[in-house]
């Protein structure tokens, strides 16, 4: 087995694993585990200019990996994504060796 099937497999047994790094989450009404990344995405807002913003508008982000086989398709840019009960657009989605990376947002007054 080389280093791709490898690491393949330790998507579900190591990284979203719940005894190791995933949560158990409802996401589109299924419970699936994923991994929440709050380091990345702070870091992600920091890059963002500050140009632009609406004053009284805050869009809370976030960001989660999810094994591509418990999730389906890829989601597209724009669409409702439901986690744990809460209505979310999808800003964006990519796709590493069998795993999503999915930035959600939600714009609040």
């Given at each position: 087995?080389?280093?791709?099937?490898?690491?393949?497999?330790?998507?579900?047994t190591?990284?979203?694993?719940?005894?190791?790094?995933?949560?158990?989450?409802?996401?589109?009404?299924?419970?699936?585990?994923?991994?929440?990344?709050?380091?990345?995405?702070?870091?992600?807002?920091?890059?963002?200019?500050?140009?632009?913003?609406?004053?009284?508008?805050?869009?809370?982000?976030?960001?989660?990996?999810?094994?591509?086989?418990?999730?389906?398709?890829m989601?597209?840019?724009?669409?409702?994504?439901?986690?744990?009960?809460?209505?979310?657009?999808v800003?964006?989605?990519?796709?590493?060796?069998?795993?999503?990376?999915i930035?959600?947002?939600?714009?609040?007054?």
């Amino acid at each position: 087995m080389g280093f791709k099937e490898i690491a393949y497999n330790d998507i579900s047994t190591v990284f979203l694993n719940p005894e190791e790094f995933g949560e158990e989450h409802v996401v589109d009404g299924r419970a699936m585990n994923i991994v929440m990344d709050n380091v990345e995405i702070i870091e992600r807002s920091k890059k963002q200019s500050e140009a632009g913003r609406i004053d009284g508008v805050f869009k809370r982000e976030l960001l989660f990996y999810v094994s591509r086989s418990d999730f389906g398709p890829m989601p597209a840019q724009g669409r409702i994504l439901t986690l744990d009960g809460r209505k979310y657009i999808v800003s964006d989605a990519v796709e590493e060796g069998g795993v999503y990376s999915i930035t959600i947002g939600a714009v609040k007054s």
